[in-house]
């Protein structure tokens, strides 16, 4: 009778930790899935907010392209120009200058 008694605490000790187990699991994988759909979330919330620029430069005249789209943004005779043009196209946006070719990026606004 005793041995019986033995069996069911180990049995019962058996199935408590294989109920942690798939309890720590579960609770890793929704931690997990939280913490993707945080940072797709803020991932959005930055590329909404910037706009990814490229530059070409004419004689006279400064074109600015978006990086991603290919779309005309503004146009500017300076820099300063180019800026104040973004700005008031994009008031609630920054713009960022990228060279791909060369691998850098730098504000514009």
């Known amino acids: 009778m005793f041995e019986l008694l033995w069996v069911g605490i180990v049995c019962m000790l058996i199935g408590f930790l294989a109920g942690m187990f798939l309890l720590v699991r579960v609770v890793k994988k929704v931690m997990n899935q939280q913490e993707t759909e945080t940072i797709?979330?803020?991932a959005e919330r930055i590329t909404n907010q910037l706009v990814f620029l490229k530059i070409d430069e004419t004689p006279n005249l400064l074109l600015a392209y978006d990086a991603l789209?290919?779309?005309f943004v503004c146009q500017g005779v300076t820099m300063e120009d180019?800026?104040?043009n973004f700005?008031?196209?994009y008031p609630d946006k920054?713009?960022?200058l990228v060279e791909p070719e060369k691998g850098?990026?730098?504000e514009l606004v």
């Open 104 to 106: 850098e990026a730098s």
């Open 87 to 89: 700005g008031k196209r």
């Open 40 to 42: 797709q979330s803020l």
């Open 69 to 71: 789209s290919g779309d």
């Open 94 to 96: 920054k713009g960022i």
């Open 82 to 84: 180019l800026r104040t």
